[in-house]
């Protein structure tokens, strides 16, 4: 029997602590011959990332010692902080930033000692791909280390006997480089890489090198890619076919090339004149392939993500995302079938293929992540590594609805609708559920459906939550990502109000209790709403969000110094709008309560961002509270900082609305809050 209790008051098992436990991030897989490597972010230990192996027999160890955290700060976001060849672990430390050298043969066990391979300095490394037949890496680097100069990224080699320093520049030019691959048998190099102020989702080359006997980069030609097309993911197939993603066709889907040869090239390989894609290269979509609405392929935020992989010569795995949700298909290159392998199942950005099956890390909307292996063609799944924590039972659980609604422009735009779920109470009749609108980062990024315990942290407490895919998000084609061009403050500000009345119409959510929330670009999102459209949220919560966007312009790190250009518009010819959409500078507008959360460390958003918005709201009399954390930097990594936010959050919303918390919670100091009568 449930109890029927005013919403928000609901007792939850899924209460922070949970939510910071379960907040294990598991990531990247590589498969080393019978071995399986992936990496867990661990809240309890000041979020740290540590390199785990799975050997045949099942044993798992902890390859990376206390003090060292396999993270690498390429573009601030990282991604691609370690390699595996044939027991030998490469991997990127976060606290210097060197990379590391781990012989993990099979007979090591336990925590080894990582030898440094690059010397001290402010060189950053990402990326890389193992040349065994010239006994080095080939990575991604960035160079810090002239003073009032913008960092310098590069391709280098890097000797893994230790003996090159920060290593030999291979390719130069372009302000930004990624993926670089060789082929089988390692005689080609390809690559993408591209220049401000395009991100790699709006427009990337992808090119190719012949790499000589002693490892110099000849006959470069681009094959692929320009301002207007975004490649992502090259790889080869056995046979020395280039693979990758592009978005020519407004959707990333599948292609192959066989390039052609032009002249050779001497030195370095450097970014001017390049040479016309279609002289020589021949360029065909990969057949078959997932449905026509489907989508292959991710915004790189972070480095070496993948959608797919070869798990046999005939044989290809892909991830693909249809209507915000991400499956799991097989392409048999031989019978031309491509089916789903796992209906439900949701993979995350990383895939590794192995010899039949596939290795990732998944989940569904009711059950967490996991690293488990797929069999490429029964679908066979063996979980390899789950969350651990706390185990939640189903009746806790909210699934989410996909659901479309109307816009501006007469468009429509997606969102997943949780409805508050807890088997053990009930809403008191006639009342409607406090809505929670997440506006996600990015802001080119996606909401998906997999299970979130911070989502269900609000709904198992009778939250209702919408997870809102504004115009600008991934998985719905390049046109649906740019709906966002020079529109940033406005359409996706649009479409999280349109969001909220569209479930108010629904019945779904009680007007006089919406909240908006979001992080980093989500926290512009829900500044930007709360100060131009002051009558619509009656609550808001931003975490390390962006409030000035001319201070973003000067504070920002390379990868997104120019982005505003094409989500704005060119600055200082548009200082103006700069200013109007700027939330900084319209705090007077906003008359709802506003709680902020900050890392002091973020050099994303630095932290003047927030504080310039609370002391706004302080001159201004305005309901503000500000919470900063001490050692966090973009996105809150130790527990008890994630426990703190939430639980915070969770009295804010009391306070203002009026109901009390069924948790025990440390109170927030909330200024100028008025007494409630």
Request: some cysteine; overall charge negative.
């Amino acid at each position: 029997m449930s109890t029927s209790g005013p919403f928000g008051t609901w007792t939850s098992p899924i209460t922070a602590q949970v939510v910071a436990t379960q907040g294990l991030r598991l990531g990247a897989p590589v498969v080393d011959g019978s071995d399986v490597y992936w990496l867990e972010g661990r809240p309890a230990e000041g979020g740290r990332n540590v390199l785990v192996r799975r050997a045949a027999d099942g044993t798992l160890h902890e390859l990376t010692p206390p003090g060292f955290n396999v993270r690498t700060r390429v573009h601030e976001y990282g991604g691609g902080a370690y390699v595996v060849h044939r027991g030998l672990v490469v991997f990127a430390n976060f606290a210097d930033q060197r990379l590391y050298r781990l012989d993990a043969g099979p007979a090591a066990g336990g925590a080894l000692t990582p030898l440094p391979l690059t010397p001290e300095g402010r060189w950053h490394f990402a990326d890389a791909v193992v040349d065994a037949a010239r006994n080095r890496l080939v990575c991604v680097r960035e160079d810090h280390t002239v003073e009032g100069r913008e960092c310098v990224n590069t391709l280098v080699a890097v000797p893994l006997d230790g003996s090159g320093g920060a290593g030999q520049v291979l390719a130069e030019g372009y302000d930004f480089y990624a993926t670089p691959r060789l082929s089988p048998d390692g005689a080609a190099l390809a690559w993408i890489c591209w220049r401000h102020p395009q991100m790699p989702w709006d427009g990337t080359e992808l090119w190719v090198a012949d790499v000589e006997a002693e490892g110099a980069l000849t006959n470069a030609r681009r094959v692929a890619g320009s301002e207007t097309e975004s490649i992502y993911q090259p790889g080869w197939s056995s046979g020395g076919e280039l693979w990758f993603a592009s978005d020519r066709d407004d959707r990333w889907r599948l292609y192959r090339v066989v390039p052609g040869v032009h002249g050779a090239g001497a030195g370095p390989v450097r970014g001017a004149g390049s040479l016309d894609p279609a002289n020589g290269a021949t360029m065909l979509p990969v057949e078959p392939a997932p449905p026509a609405d489907a989508e292959t392929g991710r915004p790189l935020w972070i480095l070496g993500t993948s959608c797919w992989g070869f798990t046999s010569a005939a044989r290809v795995v892909v991830s693909f995302t249809r209507e915000g949700r991400w499956h799991l298909g097989s392409a048999d290159l031989g019978t031309g079938v491509f089916r789903e392998l796992v209906p439900g199942l949701e993979p995350g950005p990383w895939l590794a293929a192995a010899d039949g099956e596939v290795v990732l890390v998944a989940g569904s909307a009711t059950v967490p992540d996991a690293v488990m292996a797929v069999h490429a063609e029964s679908g066979a799944t063996r979980v390899l590594r789950a969350m651990g924590g706390t185990s939640i039972e189903a009746g806790y659980l909210s699934v989410p609805q996909s659901l479309w609604f109307p816009t501006d422009g007469n468009r429509t735009a997606q969102l997943f609708y949780y409805p508050p779920g807890n088997r053990d109470f009930g809403p008191i009749d006639g009342e409607r559920p406090p809505l929670i609108v997440i506006s996600h980062g990015g802001p080119v990024a996606a909401a998906d459906s997999t299970l979130d315990y911070t989502v269900q942290f609000w709904t198992s407490r009778g939250f209702a939550v919408a997870d809102v895919n504004y115009g600008g998000s991934t998985g719905f084609g390049r046109a649906y990502r740019q709906r966002l061009n020079g529109q940033w403050g406005v359409v996706d500000v649009a479409d999280s109000i349109k969001a909220a009345e569209f479930l108010v119409r629904e019945g779904k959510a009680d007007p006089s209790r919406l909240v908006i929330r979001g992080g980093s670009a989500g926290g512009f999102t829900t500044l930007a709403a709360l100060t131009l459209y002051p009558d619509v949220f009656k609550a808001g919560a931003s975490y390390y969000g962006v409030s000035d966007l001319e201070a973003i312009l000067h504070d920002s790190h390379k990868f997104e110094a120019r982005c505003l250009d094409i989500l704005v518009g060119p600055y200082p010819a548009m200082k103006a709008l700069y200013e109007a959409r700027s939330p900084v500078h319209a705090v007077d507008r906003l008359s709802c309560p506003l709680i902020l959360f900050q890392g002091l460390e973020d050099k994303v958003v630095p932290p003047n961002q927030s504080e310039m918005v609370a002391d706004a709201l302080r001159r201004k009399g305005r309901p503000v509270a500000y919470l900063a954390f001490e050692g966090e930097q973009h996105g809150f990594r130790k527990a008890e900082n994630i426990i703190r936010s939430l639980e915070a959050e969770l009295f804010f919303y009391g306070a203002v609305f009026g109901f009390a918390p069924a948790d025990r919670i440390e109170p927030v100091a909330i200024e100028n809050l008025p007494a409630r009568t």
